[in-house]
């Protein structure tokens, strides 16, 4: 039976070297592997009859440790041991070589105390006095409450995520380091088939003796919380829609203290409730291993889904070359075909349900993959298609964005499109007319110099002709609201208090309105024209012309002349305060409170917003 099982990553052999050393010179029997995990198939029987012979494992823990499979597996397999034995700390010892505790997962392992170089025989030693025979690799699976979901695919390049996923549900278990003594929800958040619900269900077995109370398992439309556990228990809820109220997402989500609620969802939409675990693409090692050619490899881009397919495939005697060919041929997608399903539609059934602009966005997006997409470049486009000013298609195409980062469609910043979820949409294009003149700009767009791109753009063949009349709309409204948001900020609409304030700073609030509302029609390219009709023009001139000019014509000149006569020792505001129409202005200033008010009704009835309007106007 060995005494020490000593883990490390090889590039810290050397430091390992003098403890290794240290440790035999104590009397201890210490095993080391100088041989590396093949594959990513799990530690090797030789490793696994060590470790089971083993009493304690001792990690050295850098920042490179979690990043060598080999170590992973040695870990995770002590970590489990200790857990099935009460304590995840029992059997495993922690060298930290680093100044902080943020790359060490799972989590307790971050509140225990860590061995010193100094001290590290003498600790070691202790502990070995607290552990008796070897530890036992293996547990008991976890009881399931409600059914687990069928494995699918290989299960590998996963176990740091399995380890954070565990941190993350138990953050309160190091409340030193974390500063977190109760539990919150968890999120695993990422596109369809990157193995949320296979990490899940993997975490569920190899981590079932951190939950004795149990494991209920059930789907977002068949919510089925633990009402009265026996112990602390998991609570998994699977695929959760985008597009739930803060309320709805709360209610997914077990109240009980004992409970661990763990959310699987595609939607990036409710960071506010709980941690979150967002769920990557495979690393390129792992995805060659799954793929079992590069050709594959490089069309999949780490997705374990379409990895699986392609790879099982090719695992058939299916010729590499042929599968990535028929990937891009049209008609039915070789994933579907593959899979016997409708797999694709999966994968983009957020996007089908998507607005208008982040329909669009996702279009551009597509047209410039592998190139991120950003609210810039997309408003370009969209001006240039639709003949929008610019100010309309930025706002259009900065919500399109967030809308597809939201819904997980994009990646958070750089915003790229995935190739799967790219080769998905192709295959459920619902407007393949709209789709081109898209990408005809966006080609536009990339080859027009730095004026052009503020200009009308490069003429594209199938923009909207009709669109004219429809863009000055949208942009009045947008210009309506901009107006509307700050007139009501302004001293005239929020009364100034008798006595008290600056009567010089309501003079220049007001004044203010003429530059801000000269810049917004310009931003939307409107005139300031009067107009019969009710229009932004002809509330704007009213505004300017007929409220704000009288009263600014009459009391600026005025109170600057008062102001020229301020004593060198006297407060601008105790000056003021002595002026002999301060009466007076602080009358003409309340009674431009109801045309104001009229006003910023004028705008809502355009902008459709009720933002500042009171109940009397």
């Known amino acids: 039976m060995w005494d020490v099982f000593l ?3 090889r590039q810290d052999a050397g430091h390992v070297r003098r403890f290794h050393e240290e440790l035999i010179a104590a009397g201890l029997k210490v095993f080391t592997d100088e041989s590396a995990v093949a594959g990513f198939a799990g530690i090797s029987d030789t490793i696994r009859r060590a470790l089971a012979d083993s009493r304690v494992l001792l990690a050295y823990y850098s920042t490179g440790y979690p990043e060598r499979p080999a170590c992973q597996w040695e870990l995770t397999a002590a970590f489990l041991a200790g857990l099935g034995e009460g304590d995840p700390r029992r059997r495993v010892l922690v060298v930290n070589p680093e100044p902080d505790t943020a790359h060490i997962h799972p989590v307790e ?7 010193e170089p100094e001290t590290l025989v003498p600790d070691v030693l202790a502990h070995l006095r607290q552990v008796s025979g070897p530890m036992r690799l293996g547990s008991a699976p976890p009881h399931v409450h409600g059914e687990l979901p069928p494995a699918v695919g290989e299960f590998t390049g ?7 996923l565990h941190s993350a549900l138990h953050v309160q278990e190091a409340p030193l380091v974390t500063g977190r003594t109760s539990a919150r929800p968890v999120q695993l958040r990422g596109m369809p088939g990157i193995g949320k ?5 993997e975490y569920t077995l190899r981590f079932g003796a951190a939950f004795p109370g149990g494991v209920h398992w059930a789907r977002a439309d068949a919510p089925q919380p633990p009402q009265t556990p026996d ?5 998994v809820v699977d695929d959760v829609p985008h597009g739930l109220s803060p309320r709805g997402v709360a209610e997914l989500t077990s109240p009980h203290p004992l409970v661990r609620t763990l959310l699987i ?3 990036r939409a409710y960071g506010g409730h709980g941690e979150h675990l967002d769920l990557e693409p495979l690393p390129d090692v792992v995805a060659a291993v799954l793929a079992g050619a590069s050709e594959i490899a490089d069309a999949a881009a780490g997705h374990p889904g379409a990895l699986g397919l392609l790879g099982r495939a090719v695992g058939a005697g299916q010729s590499p070359a042929v599968l990535a060919s028929q ?5 039915r997608s070789l994933l579907d075909v593959l899979a016997g399903e409708e797999l694709t539609a999966d994968h983009v059934r957020d996007a089908l349900t998507a607005p208008a602009e982040a329909q669009d966005v996702l279009r551009c997006a597509l047209a410039l993959s592998p190139l991120p997409v950003t609210a810039e470049t997309a408003a370009t486009v969209l001006a240039v298609a639709d003949r929008l000013p610019r100010a309309v298609a930025l706002r259009r195409a900065s919500a399109g964005l967030a809308e597809l980062t939201a819904r997980g469609l994009l990646t958070p910043y750089p915003h790229r ?12 294009e619902g407007a393949s007319a709209r789709a081109e003149t898209l990408r005809r700009a966006v080609l536009s767009s990339l080859g027009a110099t730095a004026a052009t791109l503020e200009g009308p753009g490069l003429p594209v063949p199938g923009v909207r002709k009709e669109s004219l009349p429809m863009t000055v709309s949208e942009a009045e409204r947008m210009a309506a609201f901009d107006l509307q948001v700050e007139l009501v900020s302004r001293i005239g609409v929020q009364q100034l208090p008798d006595g008290s304030g600056s009567l010089r700073e309501a003079l220049t609030s007001l004044n203010s309105l003429f530059p801000f509302t000269r810049d917004t029609l310009h931003r939307y390219s409107i005139g300031l024209e009067p107009s019969a009709a009710p229009s932004v023009q002809s509330v704007a001139d009213h505004l300017l012309n007929e409220i704000l000019r009288p009263f600014m014509t009459r009391w600026h000149p005025l109170l600057k002349a008062w102001e020229g006569r301020r004593p060198p020792h006297t407060s601008p505001l105790d000056h003021e305060g002595a002026w002999d129409h301060a009466e007076t202005f602080r009358l003409d200033l309340n009674a431009l409170q109801e045309p104001l008010r009229v006003a910023t009704a004028s705008l809502a009835g355009i902008s459709g917003a009720e933002f500042g309007i009171s109940a009397e106007v």
């Open 7 to 9: 883990s490390y990553s």
């Open 197 to 201: 619900t296979r990490l899940a269900r």
């Open 158 to 164: 996963r176990l740091p995520e399995l380890w954070r």
């Open 109 to 115: 392992l971050r509140d225990t105390r860590h061995g």
């Open 327 to 331: 990937l891009y041929e049209p008609g």
């Open 265 to 267: 969802t595609r939607s």
């Open 417 to 428: 499109l995935h190739p799967v979820t790219a080769h998905s949409w192709l295959h459920h």
């Open 231 to 235: 112990g602390p228990c998991l609570y």
